[in-house]
């Protein structure tokens, strides 16, 4: 099939999705297909104009819709100059009639995230002053920024207040003011905006200047849900999840907290206490272990005598500090070569070598060539890590110091 393009100019998209955000088909004709062609020449899939569409492009935050067009799959949606590109992976004939079909799953959601954004925004606005300077709407979470910072419960309020707004089934208006009545309207707007104003009002929430599409109701949300807010840039950045995002994510974190409820015999609504008091006995048990440790390695320092010029110790779980500090108290002892070797021959080794008289750069680098290690240091301590066999690293230090 022959790719065609047309004299478009003048000629706008008529958008069905404004009419009725919930629309999943509709009928149009084909009016251009271009060929896309890439900076370095290659063949990019289609750009495909109708007539009319209900396929929202990109636009205020919200990424383009997808579905199919007859046959093709429509994998973006963008516009210019009024003018919708449906992006596919096959063409289709200028002139003919063809089906479209959203994936209404990804619009739904979408619109499910924007729509609640909006009310978190007004609500910030409204309550603290602060202008929501940047949003995304991403795959998996939407991030909105604002220009002063929340504190801990401030965000809980909003959270509240917010989901209130959802349960309270607040319809979603959509206005067109003139120019003339546009004077007296109090809205959001992040930019100047050209042309006819569309106003998104939740009446009593939010009041902002969007082109995207949104729920007929605030109870399609389903739910809002802020899972962080950090500071950013001399304000702060809060991270949300809405509708099904927000009940997949619960599910995820209702499973966690099973799991961690069984392991450690403890009723879910107790796990914190469980966990606090596990990592007190963590901490009693390491300083434990750490005592035996340095006993363990004590006597292994008592035992070096005059005849001993070169000391390596292996052993598969040491503590960084007392490997460090083994090598030390041995470097006071012996006038060779002195390591510790954490690991094993299967998985490998970390160590940390020390010398008063030996520049261990040199043998650093035949290390590294020989066991495919890295590393570095000064000429009197080295550290790093190496795979080999316990007897063939003990027998290069050997030879080498």
Do not use: W
Not at 50 to 76: I, S, W, Y
Not at 117 to 128: A, D, F, P, Q
Not at 274 to 294: C, D, F, I, P, S
Not at 298 to 319: T, Y
């Amino acid at each position: 099939m022959e790719a065609k393009a047309m004299d478009l100019s003048g000629q706008e998209t008529e958008r069905l999705y404004y009419k009725d955000s919930h629309r999943k088909e509709f009928e149009a004709t084909v009016l251009s297909c271009e060929e896309k062609i890439t900076k370095k020449g290659e063949k990019a899939g289609y750009r495909i104009v109708l007539d009319r569409t209900a396929f929202f492009p990109e636009g205020g935050g919200q990424f383009g819709d997808v579905g199919r067009l007859g046959d093709a799959e429509v994998t973006d949606t963008r516009e210019k100059d009024g003018i919708i590109y449906h992006e596919t992976k096959e063409p289709l004939a200028p002139g003919s009639t063809v089906k479209g079909k959203l994936d209404f799953d990804v619009r739904f959601d979408r619109m499910q995230q924007h729509s609640g954004e909006h009310i978190l925004s007004g609500l910030v606005h409204n309550l603290y002053g602060y202008d929501n300077v940047g949003f995304h709407l991403g795959a998996e979470i939407t991030t909105l920024d604002f220009n002063g910072e929340l504190t801990g419960e401030q965000v809980k309020e909003l959270e509240f207040l917010a989901n209130r707004g959802v349960f309270e089934n607040v319809p979603v208006q959509v206005l067109y003011p003139t120019k003339e009545q546009l004077k007296n309207v109090n809205y959001r707007s992040k930019i100047e905006i050209e042309g006819q104003i569309r106003i998104v009002s939740i009446p009593g929430y939010d009041i902002c200047a969007c082109c995207a599409p949104h729920v007929d109701r605030t109870g399609e949300i389903g739910l809002i849900k802020i899972v962080g807010c950090e500071k950013h840039r001399g304000g702060c950045r809060m991270t949300i999840l809405c509708g099904f995002r927000a009940l997949s994510d619960y599910q995820r974190k209702q499973k966690s907290v099973t799991e961690v409820s069984v392991a450690l015999s403890a009723k879910p609504e107790k796990i914190g206490e469980a966990v606090l008091h596990a990592k007190e006995q963590q901490g009693r048990l390491r300083e434990q272990l750490n005592r035996m440790q340095q006993q363990y390695l004590d006597k292994k320092l008592e035992e070096l005598g005059p005849e001993d010029q070169n000391v390596c110790i292996f052993e598969e779980e040491l503590d960084h500090v007392a490997a460090r500090n083994f090598v030390n108290s041995a470097m006071e002892r012996c006038e060779g070569v002195c390591g510790a070797f954490v690991g094993t021959d299967k998985t490998g080794y970390h160590y940390i070598l020390g010398s008063r008289t030996a520049d261990l750069r040199v043998l650093l680098k035949t290390l590294n060539e020989r066991f495919q290690g890295k590393g570095g240091g000064k000429p009197e301590m080295v550290q790093g890590s190496l795979s080999g066999a316990e007897e063939e690293i003990r027998s290069v230090i050997m030879e080498r110091s």
